[in-house]
Nanobody
Framework: QVQLVESGGGSVQAGGSLRLSCVVS????????MAWFRQCPGKEREGVAR???????AYADSVRGRFTISRDSAKNTLYLEMNNLKPEDTAMYYC??????????????????WGQGTQVTVSS
């Protein structure tokens, strides 16, 4: 059974940094497309960043240049390095895994596995 467990969220001031981690168990993360999503109350889940099976990355326009997605295969762990955080980055952040991509990576419905989420709060 594949399990994803996020950590690293917290409260920071605008301009600060955080690094989120997502530990994968029950599977090899390299066998999956991995992504970070975020969601605010009352809003749809939004794709933040994705890393492909061989390392290709993609980012939402709102975070490109500030966030970096990476993967440590030896630790079976996905990361999201977030710099220059803004109040609009406040959300619950989720990691997700998909065995294949049939649509644009930002569609949540194609991800088979999700973590429980970690809260990020950025104050101005």
């Amino acid at each position: 059974q594949v399990q994803l467990v996020e950590s690293g969220g917290g409260s920071v001031q605008a301009g600060g940094s955080l690094r989120l981690s997502c530990v994968v168990s029950g599977a090899t993360s390299n066998d999956y497309y991995m992504a970070w999503f975020r969601q605010c109350p009352g809003k749809e889940r939004e794709g933040v960043a994705r890393i492909g099976k061989i390392g290709a990355t993609a980012y939402a326009d709102s975070v490109r240049g500030r966030f970096t997605i990476s993967r440590d295969s030896a630790k079976n762990t996905l990361y999201l390095e977030m710099n220059n955080l803004k109040p609009e980055d406040t959300a619950m952040y989720y990691c997700a895994a998909a065995p294949w991509m049939l649509r644009e990576w930002t569609y949540p419905s194609q991800y088979s596995y999700w973590g429980q989420g970690t809260q990020v709060t950025v104050s101005s």
